[in-house]
């Protein structure tokens, strides 16, 4: 779990844009999850903005689940991968169980 201050930003189906500012819950290379209270639906395009950097990245909307209390879980993806967004380093892909000898 890794709690990045970001800028959703977005169109309404009216056109008007929209940002809200929220946090990740975790994050990862191609992505993550943050909570959300605007209205989003699965599919649609949003760019991220990383807070401490400035960095924007396009993303899509992979899945929404609202809860009771009005805040949305939503998980996205980049457009492309982008592991320079976030201030981590990701291990390399290789990095693993070192195999027997």
Not at 2 to 10: K, S, Y
Not at 15 to 30: D, F, L, P, W
Request: overall charge positive; charged content about 25%.
């Amino acid at each position: 779990m890794l709690q990045i201050p970001v800028v959703v930003q977005t169109r309404t189906r009216d056109g008007k844009e929209v940002r809200e500012e929220t946090q990740t819950v975790a994050v990862n290379a191609h992505g993550g999850l943050l909570g959300l209270r605007m209205e989003i639906k699965a599919g649609q395009p949003i760019v991220l903005i990383n807070e401490r950097s400035k960095i924007q990245q396009g993303c899509r909307v992979v899945r929404v689940e609202t809860s009771k209390a009005g805040y949305s879980a939503v998980a996205f993806e980049f457009d492309q991968p982008a592991p320079q967004f976030w201030p981590i380093v990701f291990p390399p892909v290789d990095w693993g169980v070192r195999p027997d000898r």
